[in-house]
């Protein structure tokens, strides 16, 4: 629909978030409030056009369990100075037995 200052947008949705012991392995768009426990760097190499490209798995928590985030570059740094994290539109894989999320923006 039209309006005289352009499209009408529908309203945002408030979030809503999950517990940890909520996710399952295949599913998507979850907002987790987590703890962080541990940041361990474990890819950190140079791009060809001389970027430095890293990954870490961060171990986060809360009252009802643990997941491994895989975090890249700025990601890692947030995850490293903070003791806490919101987590947004989070993606769910399981990798070797053990839950994993994963966020393309933090």
């Known amino acids: 629909m039209m309006a005289m200052g352009g499209m009408n947008k529908p309203p945002l949705r408030v979030a809503t ?18 703890r962080v426990l541990n940041v361990n760097v474990v890819v950190e190499n140079h791009r060809i ?20 985030l895989r975090a890249r570059n700025e990601q890692i ?8 994290v919101v987590v947004r539109n989070a993606r769910v894989l399981m ?12």
């Open 95 to 106: 990798f070797k037995g053990f839950i994993r999320i994963i966020v393309t923006k933090w």
């Open 17 to 34: 978030y999950a517990k940890v012991v909520d996710v399952a392995p295949g599913t998507y768009g979850h907002n987790l409030v987590l």
């Open 49 to 68: 056009d001389g970027a430095l490209n890293r990954v870490a798995e961060v171990t986060l928590a809360d009252e009802t369990g643990c997941v491994v």
């Open 77 to 84: 740094d947030l995850a490293a100075d903070a003791e806490a």
